[in-house]
């Protein structure tokens, strides 16, 4: 089992700024089993947190010659471009990590819902066996 502060993957990926201009910004990446962080050039400046309960899903992939273009869609439908050098597969390690994040919360509610009709269904098991 994975833990939550666990570095899956660590390296460089640039992220389109909001700006007029839409730059390309050079950020550290960090992914952790449920997060991605995104740690700015300068030092002592404070990263940027995708948390993936706020992620939908990374769409638009495209390959170029020197890059992999993609995208953050988060549960806002607010979405954010990235770009890394092809052989990085940013992309993938995110999505792979995403895909894992659902399951095991998907498992956790699942488990919590069992948990609580359990209690409901042991009462009258025990009424139906009672002469």
Known sequence: MKTPGEVLREGELEKRS???F????KKRGVLT???LRLFPAGPGARPKELRFHSILKVDCVERTGKYIYFTIVTT???EIDFRCPGESCWNAAITLALID???????????????????????ESRAARAP
């Open 22 to 25: 839409q730059l390309w910004k």
């Open 33 to 35: 089993p449920d997060r």
């Open 101 to 123: 994040f659902q399951n095991r919360r998907a498992l956790e509610d699942f488990r919590g819902r069992q948990e609580r009709a359990a209690p409901a269904a042991q009462p």
């Open 18 to 20: 909001d700006s007029l």
């Open 76 to 78: 806002d439908r607010k």
